[in-house]
């Protein structure tokens, strides 16, 4: 056998483009069009020869310790990992692990797949409902591995109820649910409280959309204290220093700034509701998004066509090679003249 044939093969995920151009409109992978808090750069100013040159607290205390204020929980029930890429990764190696199969929707987040095959974990895809909600996890089935699910959901920015979230834990307490709120502070109400009731339900969140730190790499997850030292003992076994003294320094004055936080997330979510009008008046279809992106169709052009007309514009979108939603493009709800500069392209070419 070659070394080749010995090679772990994966299928990987392909993120959306990060082109460089100075007139850009970059509206393809739902980061947030504004600057983080003004504290954020003022504590970048701060950091000193120190934080260079020694090792990052490998446990991230400062920022746990915040989150945990933030959130009105404790410490040891708060994890944080470099992006909730990272958590999410620790979370499929800790917790799915017994070959039972993974539950989660069949148009999701598309990371949950690669990782389910990276660390060759059974799966099984629920398809959505045909108004695209999340269907069949709230049926108690025997034989689950775990479940996973983002809500709201991506790309359809389709929002749960807090209720759905817990038919689902309680139909399923045999094995650990969890819900990835990526997307939550656009609107959503968050799971949080369900994980004082339920020991098995663990809510993940990240600073990447709503706290405009994507390149910072800081997420976090939230939940039963014995499901948190099972997640640490994991992590800190293969990998004992990853989060950077920076990104913890950074987090924790962009978590101290909640009133800028929530000035940019209402920001965002005016722009969407506007933007959600002047879509249909143009005659898109999209399910209500309770996120910073819009899913969208138009009955006349094709979502390819549409995408690559708007390269051409240095308009970025975001559309899936995947046939069940290539109709469909995902816009990130930027500024209002982002998307002023959208729609001026699409009322010529569509009007
Ligand atoms: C963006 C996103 C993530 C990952 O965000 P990080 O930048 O790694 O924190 C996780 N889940 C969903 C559903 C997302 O959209």
């Known amino acids: 056998m070659s070394w080749e044939e010995k090679v772990r093969k994966v299928e990987p995920y392909v993120p959306g483009e990060q082109p460089k151009f100075s007139d850009m409109v970059k509206l393809n992978t739902n980061e947030c069009p504004y600057p983080p ?25 400062e920022l746990v310790h915040a989150l945990a204020a933030y959130y009105h929980t404790d410490s040891n029930r708060v994890f944080v990992g470099v992006g909730s890429d990272d958590v999410l990764a ?64 991506a790309p359809t920015g389709i929002y749960e109820p807090v209720s759905y979230v817990e038919e689902v834990v309680k139909a399923h307490p045999d094995c650990v649910v ?41 997420g976090f997850a939230i939940g039963n204290e014995k499901l948190i030292s099972y997640l640490k003992a994991v992590k800190y076994s293969i990998n004992s220093y990853t989060m950077n003294t920076t990104s913890i320094r950074l987090g924790l004055a962009a978590v101290r700034d909640d009133a800028y936080f929530k000035t940019i997330v209402g920001k965002i979510v005016e722009t969407r509701e506007w933007f959600k009008k002047e879509m249909a008046a143009l005659g898109f279809t999209f399910p209500d998004s309770m996120t910073n992106f ?13 995408y690559e007309l708007l390269r051409t514009q ?38």
Not at 124 to 152: C, S
Not at 333 to 345: A, N
């Open 37 to 61: 808090s003004p504290m954020v750069e003022q504590e970048l100013k701060l950091i000193n020869e120190q934080e260079f040159r020694l090792y990052p607290d490998n446990e991230a205390s």
């Open 90 to 153: 620790q979370v499929f190696l800790t917790f799915f692990t017994n070959g039972q199969p993974l539950l989660f929707p069949e148009i999701t987040y598309s990371f949950y797949e690669v990782w389910a095959n990276l660390y060759k974990i059974p799966y099984k895809k629920l398809p959505l409902t045909e108004d695209w909600h999340l269907d069949g996890f709230t049926n108690p089935a025997d034989q689950v591995g775990g479940i996973i699910f983002a809500n709201p959901n």
């Open 178 to 218: 969890v819900a990835d709120e990526a997307y939550v502070d656009f609107g959503g109400e968050s799971a949080l409280p369900l994980t004082e009731k339920y020991d098995n339900l663990l809510v993940v969140q990240t600073f990447s959309k709503s706290r405009a730190m994507a390149g910072m790499r800081i």
């Open 294 to 306: 819009v899913f969208v169709r138009h009955n006349r052009v094709s979502g390819k066509e549409l």
């Open 314 to 351: 240095n308009i970025f979108v975001r559309h899936f090679n995947d046939p069940l939603i290539d109709d469909y493009l995902r816009i990130t709800i930027g500024t209002r003249e982002q998307m002023e500069r959208l729609l001026d392209f699409l009322r010529v070419y569509l009007g």
